[in-house]
């Protein structure tokens, strides 16, 4: 085909439609929906462990704000059997892409989802996760992760799974802060923290 020529779909005298146009409009498209998805592609900092967790001010301030908290057990041996499909979906879907046992039992263990906005100016923002296990009596651990400039609505996410899970047990009690400054202007808690 002779792309320096136009041909035209239509009407010859009509239409702006031109067939080299079509490659330009198809390549112009992909790139654009490329680039939208890499710019919507934003991976979760790294959580931090801490050695100890040392206490802040509190100092509570309303453009931070938990808007919601969801929490996954997945101890496979715990399961009830159910037969609805989107319940056994989400039991898999934790469980991907584990094929062994010894994958299956790194994935195994308590997933904390927390769900926050900053309303106000951009802040450098860390949640910490403070968290009981079982096996530990009232010792508590923590986790961080920090966000450079966050503003608007973040999804945080902390696992207790693997080895920590399986020599120390589930998660009894837990909070989480939002930490801007050293100070805490944000939080949430399970019913039993003390």
């Given amino acids: 085909m002779d792309f320096s020529k136009k041909?035209?779909?239509?009407?010859?005298?009509?239409?702006?439609?031109t067939l080299y146009s079509l490659p330009f409009t198809a390549c112009t498209l992909l790139?654009?929906?490329?680039?939208?998805?890499?710019?919507?592609?934003?991976?979760?900092?790294?959580?931090?462990?801490?050695?100890?967790?040392?206490?802040l001010p509190l100092q509570i301030d309303p453009h931070?704000?938990?808007?919601?908290?969801?929490?996954?057990f997945n101890e496979p041996t715990t399961f009830r059997k159910t037969s609805s499909d989107a319940i056994g979906f989400m039991r898999r879907s934790y469980m991907w892409?584990?094929?062994?046992?010894?994958?299956?039992?790194?994935?195994?263990?308590?997933?904390f989802n927390f769900y926050w906005w900053n309303h106000g100016a951009p802040e450098d923002v860390t949640i910490r996760f403070e968290y009981r296990q079982a096996a530990l009596g009232n010792e508590v651990l923590a986790r961080e992760i920090t966000y450079p400039n966050a503003?608007?609505?973040?999804?945080?996410?902390?696992?207790?799974i693997g080895d920590d899970y399986l020599e120390n047990g589930r998660v009894t009690a837990w909070r989480a802060l939002l930490i801007v400054k050293g100070r805490i202007v944000g939080l949430t808690q399970s019913f039993i923290w003390k």
């Fill in 7 to 17: 041909y035209y779909l239509e009407d010859k005298s009509s239409s702006l439609f």
């Fill in 31 to 55: 790139i654009a929906g490329c680039m939208l998805l890499v710019g919507c592609m934003t991976s979760q900092p790294p959580v931090v462990k801490l050695e100890k967790a040392n206490v």
């Fill in 64 to 72: 931070f704000a938990f808007r919601k908290e969801t929490q996954f």
């Fill in 97 to 111: 892409p584990a094929t062994t046992k010894l994958d299956r039992d790194e994935l195994r263990g308590n997933y």
């Fill in 151 to 160: 503003h608007g609505s973040i999804r945080s996410v902390f696992k207790v």
